[in-house]
Nanobody, 121 residues
Framework: QVQLVESGGGLVQPGGSLRLSCAAS????????MGWYRQAPGNQRELVGT???????IYGDSVKGRFTISRDNAKNTVYLQMNSLKPEDTAVYYC???????????????WGKGTLVTVSS
């Protein structure tokens, strides 16, 4: 089994910062792309950003210049540093990792259960 556990969500004032973490555990052979997505009430899930195993990043337009994705391959962990937060960043943030399990022929998408970020004064 493979599990993803997110942490770091919470309530923050506009202009503030938060750092999310997502750690994978289980019978893992290799991890490829990692990423963050978010879903606000009444909206579809949208891309926040992704990072390849070599550290190449892609960001959604709404977070460029404010959010930074990084990863620690030794810890099977991806991070999301969120700065200059706005009320419109309020959403449930989901981690996704493309993981090849031990004994498997290819990788599959695994999702975390989500962590709530609320930006409000």
């Amino acid at each position: 089994q493979v599990q993803l556990v997110e942490s770091g969500g919470g309530l923050v004032q506009p202009g503030g910062s938060l750092r999310l973490s997502c750690a994978a555990s289980g019978s893992i052979f290799s991890i490829y792309d990692m990423g963050w997505y978010r879903q606000a009430p009444g909206n579809q899930r949208e891309l926040v950003g992704t990072i390849t195993r070599d550290g190449v990043t892609i960001y959604g337009d709404s977070v460029k210049g404010r959010f930074t994705i990084s990863r620690d391959n030794a810890k099977n962990t991806v991070y999301l540093q969120m700065n200059s937060l706005k009320p419109e960043d309020t959403a449930v943030y989901y981690c996704k990792q493309v993981i090849q399990k031990s004994g498997a022929r290819w990788g599959m998408n695994y999702w975390g259960k989500g962590t709530l970020v609320t930006v409000s004064s």
